[in-house]
T-cell receptor
Framework: AQTVTQSQPEMSVQEAETVTLSCTYD???????LFWYKQPPSRQMILVIRQEAYKQQNATENRFSVNFQKAAKSFSLKISDSQLGDTAMYFC?????????????FGTGTRLQVTL | NAGVTQTPKFRILKIGQSMTLQCTQD?????MYWYRQDPGMGLKLIYYSVGAGITDKGEVPNGYNVSRSTTEDFPLRLELAAPSQTSVYFCASSSAGTWGGEQYFGPGTRLTVT
């Protein structure tokens, strides 16, 4: 079974600054997908960014980018130019590429507070 | 498209009562999922379905039942509610055959069992 660990329960960043959220995972699989989901106070789960393990290039989506280190099983999220609207819980998630139904395993989350 | 809808948004149950959480998606997705999120924790998979008539257990299925009679609907049944089932429940769906495809989540149902 896979496990996902987020070791930072809470983080704070000032508006316009950069912050990095950490995630490590454990798996014996070679091919898989990794995700970062955002959960604002509204509770809605929103996909932020996705990484395919067989791609060496780190994924980017506007102000969001990842640092994917496959050998170290590390998948951190960098948020640049932080905005107040980035305040949310952030969850790292793992999806195996084999098997049925594209099931996700989530970490416990990091609560990010963006301040003025 | 409405995406994934869930009803009710909130519910308080007494110990031993039963209820059904409704989930509907209008994206013609084959895959559907039920997760629960306990306070301060990530989401854990309860049950999932790969198509109408096919369901399977996830990580935490005890105390729950599901059915999938149509592509659109995936209700979650709680029998004999217990305080340990106090949680926020999320339904999600995704497209079959697209490995690594995005799961689309509903807004959640906050359930309290007292």
């Amino acid at each position: 079974a896979q496990t996902v660990t987020q070791s930072q329960p809470e983080m704070s960043v000032q508006e316009a600054e950069t912050v990095t959220l950490s995630c490590t995972y454990d798996t014996s699989e070679n091919n898989y997908y990794l995700f970062w989901y955002k959960q604002p106070p509204s509770r809605q789960m929103i996909l932020v960014i996705r990484q395919e393990a067989y791609k060496q290039q780190n994924a980017t989506e506007n102000r969001f980018s990842v640092n994917f280190q496959k050998a170290a099983k590390s998948f951190s999220l960098k948020i640049s130019d932080s905005q107040l609207g980035d305040t949310a819980m952030y969850f790292c998630a793992f999806m195996p590429s084999a098997g049925t139904a594209s099931k996700l395993t989530f970490g416990t989350g990091t609560r990010l507070q963006v301040t003025l | 498209n409405a995406g994934v809808t869930q009803t009710p948004k909130f519910r308080i149950l007494k110990i031993g009562q039963s209820m059904t959480l409704q989930c509907t998606q209008d994206m013609n997705h084959n895959y559907m999922y039920w997760y629960r999120q306990d306070p301060g924790m990530g989401l854990k998979l309860i049950y999932y379905s790969v198509g109408a008539g096919i369901t399977d257990k996830g990580e935490v299925p005890n105390g729950y039942n599901v059915s999938r009679s149509t592509t659109e609907d995936f209700p979650l049944r709680l029998e004999l509610a217990a305080p340990s089932q106090t949680s926020v429940y999320f339904c999600a769906s995704s497209s079959a055959g697209t490995w690594g495809g995005e799961q689309y989540f509903g807004p959640g149902t906050r359930l309290t069992v007292t």
